[in-house]
């Protein structure tokens, strides 16, 4: 391992960051001061409006937008999207990213809850510009929660679902995202035969896509698992965990329980440069992983959301 305290300190990041807030203060700041840290040369601050009738809210969000664009000391092209009404996570996220990869081909995403260690911007870098032309990849997450359970013995490896906590991706493949997962009619007996072998996971996820196609649910990352699957596409995916969330327990949106195996986990540096040999090897017990383990209870809508909040930290 190295030592974060060394990382970026002479060096500027290349590469561009959103950083996604709405009203929590502490845990913004947290991700912010790592942001600050990496010291990337262009960063995106996007935030939804606070929601009407909460005047405490509006404060918050007011001071937290001023705190941001005021604590930025490093040579950096600051560009922020502050909604003035709210939107909700579906729109104003996705929103959000849509125009974040309006003007740049490639970036990091970081949400407010979700604290990176400092080689994560390195590794996003690496990969980001290694994968860039290669349209089987759609992301590079910083989520190493499954190495806990499934152990990676190459730097990265990859699976077919996306993993959110902490990510990088392409214009290229935002461009082909649909907030209304409007060809789900079309594709659904393709997307489902293919996503897996156990019957239990076809179930799982043709519950969980019907749901979203007739908006009873209301998210923006959801149709982000149903593109990758659509495209047989990849996630590149940590040996490490690479981001803590910080945002369990109360005040959250949707990850209340403060001891979850999820909350807080412990995040690592991983060493750079990253080596590139032998990643796929542990691709097939990975995605045998999330489907017999994580993807396969019982085709319950609760519990399919519960899932979905969980591993993917969707706010629903």
């Not at 996007?46 to 009738?53: E, N, S």
């Not at 959000?96 to 970081?110: M, P, R, S, V």
């Not at 949106?253 to 999820?262: A, I, K, L």
């Amino acid at each position: 391992m190295i030592d974060a305290t060394d990382l970026h300190a002479d060096t500027v990041l290349d590469t561009a960051v959103l950083f996604l807030v709405f009203n929590r203060i502490d845990s913004s700041k947290k991700v912010f001061a790592a942001i600050r840290q990496a010291k990337p040369a262009r960063l995106y601050i996007a935030a939804d409006g606070a929601r009407a009738g909460r005047d405490a809210e509006a404060e918050t969000v007011k001071a937290l937008r001023e705190y941001l664009v005021g604590a930025v000391d490093w040579p950096c092209q600051v560009k922020t999207l502050f909604r003035e009404k709210n939107l909700g996570c579906k729109y104003a996220v996705s929103g959000a990213i849509t125009w974040f990869f309006d003007q740049e081909e490639q970036g990091i995403i970081l949400e407010d809850d979700c604290l990176p260690s400092q080689s994560f911007f390195g590794y996003c870098e690496t990969l980001l510009e290694k994968y860039k032309e290669d349209e089987t990849v759609f992301l590079v997450s910083g989520d190493g929660r499954a190495t806990q359970n499934v152990k990676i013995d190459n730097d990265y490896s990859f699976v077919k679902y996306p993993f959110i906590w902490g990510w990088a991706s392409w214009a290229r493949v935002w461009k082909q995202y649909d907030p209304e997962l409007s060809d789900w009619p079309v594709v659904k007996e393709r997307v489902i035969s293919g996503v897996s072998q156990l019957n239990a996971t076809r179930k799982f996820w043709s519950l969980a896509f019907d749901k979203m196609y007739k908006k009873e649910i209301d998210t923006w990352d959801f149709q982000f698992v149903f593109l990758l699957l659509k495209n047989s596409a990849k996630c590149i995916v940590p040996r490490v965990n690479l981001i803590t969330n910080i945002g369990f327990g109360e005040g959250a949106t949707h990850t209340h329980d403060g001891n979850s195996n999820d909350a807080n986990l412990p995040r690592f540096e991983i060493t750079l440069p990253l080596s590139h040999d032998g990643h796929n090897k542990e691709t097939a017990r990975l995605n045998e992983y999330y489907d017999r383990v994580e993807f396969s209870q019982r085709s319950l809508l609760e519990r399919v959301l519960n899932k979905i909040k969980r591993y993917f930290g969707f706010k629903l």
